[in-house]
């Protein structure tokens, strides 16, 4: 029952937005949906990542997810890679995270892509619905990122 | 000397709480307690917003069940403009909310409960989890993960958002179904089915292992309470409040929603936020009730649907025709499941669905309106005072944890009798008490989880407050 045709790209933005800066990934996502870059990816803003997303996960090419980052200077953006396969620890229930959403689908659908996760540093996670200055001028450059990555591994 | 355990926080569940359990001097259990340790605030910080504005506020009290705010919301609202809603505007909300329950269910069961239930409760905590299911029963796992993902859609596509939906407003819905939204759903319904049947399969073969934890978790006479319909049927959305008790006989039948607090009491324990309903008649606290999947199907005489009654009378065969234990609040929510992938077809098969006659438009008309509805964990009401601009004043939520908050107290100290040994602490007492307050799905209306991941922090404190034990998981 997936909805994302083999072989596209996917491309996940997830945060809550209403605590401001958190929110970036879905900025990112919400901003890249209409880009022309990008035509033929599906690209989705979420709240969080949810173990529904494994089966579509399991069908892309590639799958990019785009989070906010305490761990990364706020304003940067970094991109990793993610092990397919990997990450089988940690018990979840409806909330997952990057690794076991990649675990699910190997287990379950018997694939999983080259997994990225762009990473923006974020400065302010208080109650808000807007980003911070630095980390709105962030957002292209994730944007940007997200393109490049979606690039290398086609999805036609 | 007299001791206490403490279990914090209770993992697997929608919300943070935790567990203490009450030694005495021979180092036996005497009470016990479930702590909600959280505080909203919600019937506070909604007073002076209009009252237009509260479906969509409601909604944010939870990120797993806001379509059951939204609609209780909706119907509060509904009463103080003193309209019903369109046929099909009424039609589309119940949908839309037997969508949230088969997802909300199928979280309950598949993703929370089912690693209990297929690697035992002694098992080691790191492989009973969705990701052990997955490598132990992919099907199970595919199967649940499925039915949470339509569920989801269903509320996504008629509410505009999987969470924090927009679509239900005073009224009625904002937006019609198109042909094309119905279709899709009703191709999702034959796998829905069949997720639910190998479910059920499944849990009929395996259920005779958990036979001392049916006897053991939450296995006790008390009253159960629902909605019901003209035939006394399970109803989700509408209908009459029914209270049957422990043997079946009515308490109360055919009772206006609008009227529960004639019926129903609310008391409030220093030692949690969360509040205890009681049923008045036999006040507090012995008025003690639950709702609920159980609930639902022990106060009924059937589901109304014709899989769904089919797997009911297999049920009560089993289990008697009021079931007492909490353990069966699994085994219900799957024929709970079930029934509502049927009726969401029968809804979407009904002959105006498509109508363009969705809300139904009024302005304030009371100061005072009471919405009642059946969410995933058990029957939901909203009541609000608004003044002649409808601007809100007052706000009372009574909630299904709420309702069944005495059960489980009075579970976990069943549970605490069976299993704690007071001179250690082992994980197997952890994980039934645990365990049994997961079977009532309690939901604590958190908006951000990470559960699972929590740290499990048991302490067996003296009287003075003096720790002389820990465990940490």
Known sequence: MTSVAPGRALVVGYGNTLRSDDGVGRVVAERLADDPRLDGADVRAVHQLTPELAEDASAACVLVLVDASVEVPPGSVLVETLGSGAGMGAATSHHVGADELVALAHELWGSAPPVYVVRVGVESMGVGDRLSPAIEDAVPIAMDAVVALVAEHGHA | ?473
């Open chain 2, 1 to 473: 000397m007299s001791q206490t355990i403490v279990i914090d926080p209770v993992t697997r569940i929608e919300g943070h709480s935790k567990i203490t359990i009450q030694l005495d001097d021979r180092g036996e259990v005497v009470d016990a307690h479930f702590h909600v340790t959280q505080f909203r605030g919600f019937e506070r910080i909604t007073q002076g917003r209009p009252v237009h504005e509260m479906p969509a506020l409601m909604a944010r009290i939870c990120g797993i069940c806001p379509v059951s705010h939204l609609i209780a919301s909706a119907k509060a609202v509904d009463d103080i403009m003193a309209v019903e809603p369109t046929p099909t505007g009424a039609d589309l909300r119940r949908i839309i909310n037997l969508g949230q329950i088969v997802q909300s269910n199928a979280l309950s069961f598949f993703h929370l409960s089912s690693p209990d239930l297929l690697f035992g409760f002694d098992a080691d905590p790191a492989i009973r989890n969705i990701i052990g299911v997955a490598r132990a029963n992919p099907q199970l796992a595919m199967d649940g993960i499925g039915l949470r993902k339509w569920g989801q859609q269903i509320i996504e596509w008629l509410g505009g958002k999987r969470i924090h939906p927009e679509g239900i407003v005073p009224g009625g819905v904002a937006f019609q179904l198109t042909p094309e939204v119905r279709d899709r759903i009703l191709a999702g319904v034959p796998e829905a089915i069949a997720a639910v049947d190998r479910a059920i399969a499944w849990y009929k073969t395996d259920m005779l292992r958990w036979e001392e934890e049916a006897s053991t978790f939450g296995n006790f006479r008390s009253a159960f309470m629902g909605l019901v319909d003209r035939n006394g049927n399970v109803d989700h959305y509408d209908g009459w409040l029914r209270v049957v008790d422990a043997d079946g006989k009515f308490l109360a039948d055919r009772v206006d929603p609008k009227l529960f607090n004639d019926y129903i009491g609310e008391a409030v324990e220093p030692w949690s936020y969360l509040k205890t309903t009681y049923w008045k008649p036999m006040g507090y606290p012995d008025g003690l009730y639950r709702v609920g999947p159980l609930a639902r199907l022990n106060v009924a005489e059937k589901t109304g649907t014709p899989r769904a009654d089919e797997e009911l009378e297999k049920f009560r065969w089993r289990v008697g025709r009021i079931a007492s234990s909490s353990f069966h609040y699994h085994y219900a929510r799957l024929i709970d499941t079930l029934n509502a992938i049927e009726r969401i077809e029968e809804l979407l098969r009904g002959p105006d669905i498509l109508s363009t006659h969705v809300r139904s438009v009024a302005g304030i008309n009371r100061n005072e309106g009471i919405g009642v509805s059946e969410a995933p964990r058990g029957t939901l009401m909203h009541h609000y005072k608004v003044d002649d601009d409808g601007i809100v004043q007052w706000v009372n939520l009574v909630i299904a944890t709420g309702h069944n908050n005495a059960a489980m107290n009075r579970a976990v100290l069943q549970v605490a009798r069976h299993h704690v040994k007071a001179d250690r602490l082992v994980e197997p007492m952890l994980n039934r008490v645990e365990a049994v307050i997961r079977c009532y799905d309690p939901c604590l209306s958190c908006s951000t989880h990470a559960l699972g991941q929590m740290a499990l922090r048991v302490q067996l404190l003296g009287p003075d407050g003096t720790v002389l034990d820990e465990l940490v998981r």
